[in-house]
Structure formats: C-alpha cells, structure tokens
C-alpha cells in the first residue's frame, strides 16, 4: 500500500540491505522478516544499479509494503561499506531507533532478528555470530574453507585486539546511539574489512557489544561477490587501521 508523506506508520527498526544482483532472494528475505512481527519494521535498501533488476524489485516491495520502505539506487557499484553509510544515514534520518544490517542473500536469518533486538536492551550492537556458542556455519563447507574463514577471522581479531569472537560478521543490530558514536561517515573501508572495522571503532569508544549465535547458510541463489583479493587486501588495509590508532 503506498502512503503519502506523513501517514506511514512510523519506523522503529529500520533493516538496512545492501544488494548487487538479488532480485531473486530480496523477495524472499523481505517476506521473511514481515513474517516476524517485529513492531514498526521498516527497510531501506541500497542497490548500486544492479544489472538483474533488483532495484526495480526493491521499488515493487515498497509499493506492496505497508510502513516506511526506502530504496536508495546508485548508479555504479560502490562496494559494501559505502551502500551501508548510505542507509545507515537514511535509517537515522527516518528516525529508527534500532537498525539491523544483513546481507541479501539469506545467509543470515530473519528468525533470530527478534531475539538480536531484544538483546539491544543491554547492549549497545548485538552481534550475529557462527563462533559463539550456539552459531555455526552451512554444513556443507568442506574443512578448508572452515579453516580458512576461521583463521582469517582469529588473524583479524588479533590485528584490530577485537573481543568478539566473530570479528567479520555483516548480520548486527545497533541502537541508534551506537551508529551515532561511531561516526559513520569516517569509516575508511568499503570492502570485506568494513564489518571488522565498525566492530573496532564501536569498541574503542566503549560501546556494549554481545554476541548472538546464529547459523550462517551458503547462498542458493546469486553470485558472491567475495575473492580472496579482497580479503587480503582487507587485512592489509586492516592492519594500516590499528598502527594509526
Ligand atoms: N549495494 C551494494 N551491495 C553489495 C555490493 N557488494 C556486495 N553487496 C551485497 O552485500 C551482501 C554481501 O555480499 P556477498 O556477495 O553475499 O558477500 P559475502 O557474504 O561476503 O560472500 P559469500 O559468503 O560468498 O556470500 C549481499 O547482500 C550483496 O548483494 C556493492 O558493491 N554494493
Ligand atoms: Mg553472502
């Protein structure tokens, strides 16, 4: 249903999703986290001019949904962290007062958004974690690939003194303070090292974070966007972050 300017239901949490090429899982996801009940949902999706379509679909989901939907196109693909310091800002501007990040393609479930949000009651940032007791990963990662994100994740921990146990984790939700303390606008990477880095500023400015566990399930529809390049090239990036402080 679309509303004019002033008679929408007012935004409490506001779930902010960056998508390149997810025109098939959007839908779904969208469906899925309606199916909740969380009280005064509303999405702010952020497409860099995904080639599939899935601003177009972004903008139908809008038109069905009934509360504030926002839907941010970008011409060009600008990388992760700067989709999310783009809806970051539309959900603070909207008036949310909690914000949940995920990624499009179903990896991070709906199910324990209630539960994450809850837990915002003592905390400043939950974070959704595989390696908190409880969490874990698609059982269909073959032993190396645990090993490698495992480690990789220890290796980022140790470089930025992060406490988190899942230090690369895009599945958060904050308190509106959080985002405000962080400075969103001066966070310097956009890629694969964008998670560790909100992880790092919120911890050294003294912000309660927890950790949630959940199951993290490969993609079934759509492409990653993720190479090893970029993960190198995050922690070399990473590590430039923590030596100037
Ligand atoms: N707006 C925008 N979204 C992006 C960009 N790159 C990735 N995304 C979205 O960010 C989320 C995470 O990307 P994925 O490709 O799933 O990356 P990943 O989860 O690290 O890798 P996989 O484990 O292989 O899925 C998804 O919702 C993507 O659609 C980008 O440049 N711009
Ligand atoms: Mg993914």
């Known amino acids: 249903m679309a509303y004019g300017e002033g008679d929408r239901p007012a935004i409490k949490v506001a779930v902010v999703i960056p998508t390149y090429n997810e025109a098939e899982n959007l839908p779904i996801l969208v469906a899925d986290l309606v ?32 509360g504030v939907f926002e839907v941010i196109h970008r011409e060009r693909k600008q990388g992760l962290g700067r989709s999310y310091i783009a809806g970051f800002k539309k959900a603070l501007e909207l008036g949310a007062e909690q914000i949940v990040q995920m990624d499009a393609d179903r990896s991070h479930p709906p199910a324990e ?24 990963v698609d059982p269909s990662w073959s032993f190396l690939r645990r090993q490698i994100s495992y480690w990789g994740g220890v290796g980022i921990r140790l470089v930025l003194g992060l406490k988190v146990k899942d230090s690369t984790s895009g599945f958060k939700a904050f308190r509106r303070s959080a985002l405000e303390t962080i400075d969103i606008d001066s966070l310097k990477l956009s890629g694969y090292g964008f998670q560790p880095e909100v992880t790092y500023r919120a911890q050294k400015a003294g912000l309660r974070i927890s950790e949630h566990p959940f199951l993290f399930m490969d993609r079934t529809a759509g492409k990653s966007k993720m190479s090893a390049g970029i993960a190198f090239e995050a922690i070399y990036r990473l590590v430039l972050i923590r030596l100037r402080g």
């Open 35 to 66: 199916s909740q009940g969380i009280d005064g949902l509303g999405f702010v999706i952020v497409d860099d001019g995904s080639p599939d379509g899935t601003g177009d679909v972004a903008e139908r989901l809008a038109d069905e949904f009934d």
């Open 113 to 136: 958004v209630p539960a994450m949000l809850a837990a915002l009651g003592e905390a400043d940032i939950v974070t959704g974690s595989r390696y908190a007791k409880g969490g874990g």
